[in-house]
């Protein structure tokens, strides 16, 4: 019998019980208000409820669920803030803090940050504690830091660029809720929304019925840095016992302050004094693009520009920490002066302030009308301006390649391959209508005119007699849904043609290109990657399988399929990823005369070349391919037992498969050894033994039928369904009755 039992990686939280309803309250789905992720609550009949955590989309690949977290809640504060030039002070209002363990830093430069904790400043201004939130005034800084406290777990840090002219800043902490719950509800007739808490009847999630859930507020500011820091402290910290986070009033605390000590690298920009030399300098530094920032109407333009750079210098010195870090340096500014008029003008430039991002050979990939202050958390290397600018640039520079009537076979294989190696996006077009955030070039291509170059591109090197290692990795990429085409097409696609060509070059380079690709991936100043040819190949054709599902040409895509890994097989190249689809794919078609003929045949030749040996058991054979296993297998990861337990249920599926189709019945005396196989590396399971003793009736030995089929219903236990259970009972009785 086969084996439903399936193991999963993904769990869903999925609650369901008894809910009486109130008055006001209708049945229905419901969202909740908190800030970042949602949590779903829904009413349904029968007096059930149902509690859905969620985040964002998923996919299926393979046989794993992927899930891709839309949402991040990284700024668990909310800042706003009010400009007066004439302030002396800045006013920190900090709304309702309650019992958080709270601090604030303030930073002027790169001057050490001074720390205070709320409550303490709580207990100066407000010693009776007559209200909620906490008001009180510090000079103003350069920068404000905001710290969540963790006890035992990370504490959050945030840090946020003040503006120059701040003289007010309102502080909202805004609770990300998913948690254990353990809760209750009541409706709130005033807002209409209905609050669920915990027992302890502290911070409520509001729902609101989802047909009346508003469109959610953008966050006004966002920190320039974030991180995730475990016993956050700074000099001169209280220290807190982790019984019960308090200190005894007569112990001494001593802070070694040195080990706090930030070391900084001296990292320093070159700022050029032309526009021209900007650009020059900029097209020798291959990774980093230039900001022009045209501020003419500013008369303190130059004051703020120096004020960008030694604050920016600053933040990337303390980033590299003791030594220079090139992946941090993204970006090399230049203030635009008046003999700039000219190249503006060219370039249709006309407002001011307005941001410019140029690649290395001077062109224009980017605008946002804005100064380099209001920008500047932008522009560090973990923001996804730079990644956005480099698909940018790749594009522009693809599209003039494939337009180039002089183009070599070289540059375009080059052109595919470095658009092939960019990161994927998200949000592929959706562009913001804000005049302040960046716009971008258009960068559309023609998809018909790429696929058709690209084809021409295969076609050409069919007879390639050493292969191209850059069409190699653009190949791979490009059939496992992650090249050129998904800079353009949002859906995974079916393979094509040229696919199939694609990968009838590797299969034909195999050899060569295994012996070749670690000395490809270590190119100096280059970032590849090309992994073993079989699993990559194996992969691709799996992940085709799910895609072509619900595809028209889905019947015709499958020959090819199989074709594919008839040829890596007959090459000898069939590794244990291969065999898996591939009997996938082959178990799920019948032959023409309605036997599974093909399926079996290529079964017995796997069984017998890979699962049986004359001086090995069946588990020392198992345990000498595990170990054997490419390192990015699937099951390399899972380990040993979950390839164990993959290779008994093939084996019994195979024989299941004789067992149900009279069309099938050639085979029983292999599939009597496929079964017993299955039963020597998982004993005593009794769909194994229920598959066993049926085999055995078909081939008249009635017996040794009767008695496997007695163990399968002695080992039957509560994991086993029901209804299977009665089937294998009845199938003994049947046999002992003689009515099988």
Known sequence: MRNFIWSFSIFFCLIFTSFSQTKGIEKGTYISTNKGQKIKLNLLDNNKYELVFYSGDYK??????????????????????????????????????????????????????????????????????????????????????????????????????????????????????????????????KTNELMITEQTGKNPIAFLNEKDTPPAAAVKVKPIESQNVLNWTYPGKEAVAKDNYEVAADSTVVVDSAAYAVKGFDFKFKIEDNLKSAIASNKNDKTKFLVVSVDSKNVSAQSDFDTFIKDHESQMGDTMYDVYHPEYDLFNYYLA???????????????????????????????????????????????????????????????????????????????????????????????????????????????????????????????????????????????????????????????????????????????????????????????????????????????????????????SNQSKVISVYKKLIAAGKGSFECYQNYFTYLAEAEDKDGSNTSYLKEFSIYFNANLVTDNESPIERLDNMFTSLDSSSTYSYDGWSSFKEYHSNLCNSAAWTVVLKPANSSFIKSAIIWSEYSLAVTKNNPYYLDTLAQLYYKDGQKEKAIATQTLAVKYLTSDVEEETAIEIRETLSKMQNGTY
């Open 337 to 555: 002066t008046a003999d700039d008029k000219k190249w503006l003008k060219t370039n249709k430039i006309t407002d001011s302030p307005v941001l410019l991002v140029l690649n290395n050979n001077g062109s224009i990939l980017a605008t946002a009308k804005s100064n380099l202050l209001d920008k500047r958390y932008q522009f560090y290397y973990y923001d996804e301006l730079y990644k956005k600018l480099q698909r940018t640039d790749g594009l522009i520079s693809f599209n003039k390649t494939l337009k180039n009537k002089k183009a070599t076979d070289t540059d375009l294989i080059l052109a595919f391959n470095k658009v092939a190696l960019l990161e994927i996006p998200y949000d592929y077009d959706t562009t913001d209508e804000n005049d302040a955030e960046f716009k971008f070039v258009n960068t559309a291509v023609d998809k018909k005119e790429v696929a058709q170059i690209w084809k021409k591109l295969i076609e050409a090197h069919q007879k390639d007699k050493t292969p191209n290692m850059y069409l190699v990795e653009t190949i791979l990429r490009e059939i496992k849904n992650q090249g050129f085409s998904k800079q353009f097409l949002k859906d995974d696609r079916v393979l094509n043609d040229t696919d199939f060509l694609s990968i009838d070059y590797l299969i034909k380079h195999y050899d060569a290109i295994d012996a070749g690709r670690q000395a490809f991936t270590s190119i100096e100043s280059e970032t590849h990657s090309v992994g073993a040819l079989n699993t990559e190949i194996a992969n691709a054709l799996q992940q085709n399988r799910y895609i072509s599902e619900n595809e028209v040409s889905g019947e």
């Open 60 to 189: 299926i690949k393979g046989d794993s669920l992927l899930f891709f977290q839309t949402e991040k809640t990284e700024n668990s504060f909310n800042l706003t803030f009010k400009n007066d030039k004439k302030a002396k002070k800045v006013k920190i209002k900090f709304l309702d803090p309650s019992y958080y363990s709270f601090y604030i830093g303030t930073q002027s430069g790169s001057e050490p940050v001074q720390y205070q904790k709320i409550s303490d400043i709580k207990a100066k201004v407000d010693p009776d504690w007559a209200t909620v939130d906490v008001d009180f005034e510090i000079d103003r800084p350069d920068y404000l830091y905001l710290i969540d406290e963790g006890f035992e777990k990370e504490s959050k840090i945030f840090k946020y660029a003040l503006p120059k002219d701040v003289s007010e800043v309102t502080i909202k902490y805004e609770l990300d809720a998913l948690g254990d719950l353990n809760i209750s509800g009541f409706f709130d007739k």
